[in-house]
T-cell receptor, first 116, second 115 residues
Framework: AQKVTQAQTEISVVEKEDVTLDCVYETRDTTYYLFWYKQPPSGELVFLIRRNSFDEQNEISGRYSWNFQKSTSSFNFTITASQVVDSAVYFCALSEANTGFQKLVFGTGTRLLVSP | DGGITQSPKYLFRKEGQNVTLSCEQNLNHDAMYWYRQDPGQGLRLIYYSQIVNDFQKGDIAEGYSVSREKKESFPLTVTSAQKNPTAFYLC??????????????FGPGTRLTVT
């Protein structure tokens, strides 16, 4: 069965600190997709990144970077030089290719609090 | 601007009443979804629809019903049979009939409180 674990319930940092949000997943499928979404206080989820299981290249987008390691079934998210606007709940999610439709399985989320 | 609209933002109902949450998208997406979010939990799938006039149950469909008469609309009815309806409800959509690789776009959500 597919499962996503975000063990960090809440992380508090001071502005400009780097922070890493952990995501560990379980799946029996060889083809799958991993996602990160941001949920700001307004409530709607904002798509950040997608990774497929065959692409283990790390990705950097501005202050955001993602480290995908199949060997440890992890897809961690790092924010460099955090800012107050980064305060939100971040969700990692998994979608398996064999389901026939996009069923996203979400982790329980990590609440990030960035203080000035 | 393209996006997903959910209204109202906050909804209050008495126990035993059915209530319908609206979800409209102008992204021309084929697939639409309803999720429920409870405090400290991830999102759980209630129903999804890949095309007009077709929808499927998700993981927690009991006590809910949906319709998909138009491509842009996917309303969710929370019936009196739902034992614990107070939650935050999020609607989402994706293109290409819900291929596993597609990202989903979310609406602002409706917070339903039933007393």
């Amino acid at each position: 069965a597919q499962k996503v674990t975000q063990a960090q319930t809440e992380i508090s940092v001071v502005e400009k600190e780097d922070v890493t949000l952990d995501c560990v997943y379980e799946t029996r499928d060889t083809t799958y997709y991993l996602f990160w979404y941001k949920q700001p206080p307004s409530g709607e989820l904002v798509f950040l990144i997608r990774r497929n299981s065959f692409d283990e290249q790390n990705e950097i987008s501005g202050r955001y970077s993602w480290n995908f390691q199949k060997s440890t079934s992890s897809f961690n998210f790092t924010i460099t030089a955090s800012q107050v606007v980064d305060s939100a709940v971040y969700f990692c999610a998994l979608s398996e290719a064999n389901t026939g439709f996009q069923k996203l399985v979400f982790g329980t989320g990590t609440r990030l609090l960035v203080s000035p | 601007d393209g996006g997903i609209t959910q209204s109202p933002k906050y909804l209050f109902r008495k126990e035993g009443q059915n209530v319908t949450l609206s979800c409209e998208q102008n992204l021309n997406h084929d697939a639409m979804y309803w999720y429920r979010q409870d405090p400290g939990q991830g999102l759980r799938l209630i129903y999804y629809s890949q095309i007009v006039n077709d929808f499927q149950k998700g993981d927690i469909a009991e006590g809910y019903s949906v319709s998909r008469e138009k491509k842009e609309s996917f309303p969710l009815t929370v019936t009196s049979a739902q034992k614990n309806p107070t939650a935050f409800y999020l609607c989402a959509s994706s293109c290409d009939r819900s291929l596993p690789r597609n990202e989903q776009y979310f609406g602002p959500g409706t917070r339903l409180t039933v007393t």
